[in-house]
Every structure is written in C-alpha cells, then in structure tokens.
C-alpha cells in the first residue's frame, strides 16, 4: 500500500489543524492506521493509532485530548484532527500501515508515507 500524507502547514499555538493521509495500492480497510512523529536527530515518536475498523483508538499521552484519529474507509483515508496545538507539536507527521492490531511501535508499522511538517508558531 502506498500512502501519502498532506495537510500539513503554519499554524498560531492553540490553533487548530486536520492531517489526511490518502492510501492507494492495497486493500486500505485491512490495515491498522497510525500517525508519528519524528524531530530532527530523535527518534519517531508514536502520536495516535487507529485499528482497521476504527472500532479502536489509542493515543501517545502527549496528545491525549488534543488530538483525535480517524479513518474512512471507503475513502482509502486517515485522518488526524489536531487541536490546542502547543509549539512542541512542531514537527514531520508520518502516516503509517500495519498488518498488526493496536500496536504503537516504528517497527511494527510495514508501510510509511512521506512526512508532512507541521509548524506551530507562538
């Protein structure tokens, strides 16, 4: 599955901001969904995740009530809506595919779009 991720932009701090991910290729509504996030020189960090038919839901504390995963089907998309954005949210947003349920770990994802930089300005 090939995955694209878009939305991404300058933002005030305590704005607002919708990351989509559009996924083309393989048969989306199998795959697990998460979004990640990666600072320059650190290691990605795990943001939201979301299973393959949006029945569940799991999230990075750093994010937890501020950020809310989502997916359509039938769209091929996922989605993260983003809100009370923080200048610490500053960063590449990745979108990634897993064959595995629930899992919040870089390794476990088998697929990975291209990152989309979110700039939060204070």
């Known amino acids: 599955v090939q995955l694209q991720a878009f939305g991404g932009g300058l933002v005030q701090a305590e704005g607002s901001l919708r990351l989509s991910c559009a996924a083309s290729?393989?048969?989306?509504?199998?795959?697990?969904m998460g979004w990640f996030r990666q600072t320059p020189g650190k290691e990605r960090e795990f943001v939201a995740a979301?299973?393959?038919?949006?029945?569940?839901?799991r999230y990075a504390d750093s994010v937890k009530g501020r950020f809310t995963i989502s997916r359509d089907n039938p769209k091929n998309t996922v989605y993260l809506e983003m809100r009370s954005l923080k200048s610490e949210d500053t960063v590449v947003y990745y979108c990634?595919?897993?064959?595995?349920?629930?899992?919040?770990?870089?390794?476990?994802?088998?697929?990975w779009g291209q990152g989309t930089l979110v700039t939060v300005s204070s």
């Open positions: 990634a595919a897993s064959t595995r349920f629930g899992v919040s770990r870089e390794y476990e994802y088998d697929y």
């Open positions: 290729g393989r048969t989306f509504a199998v795959y697990d």
């Open positions: 979301i299973s393959w038919s949006g029945g569940f839901t």
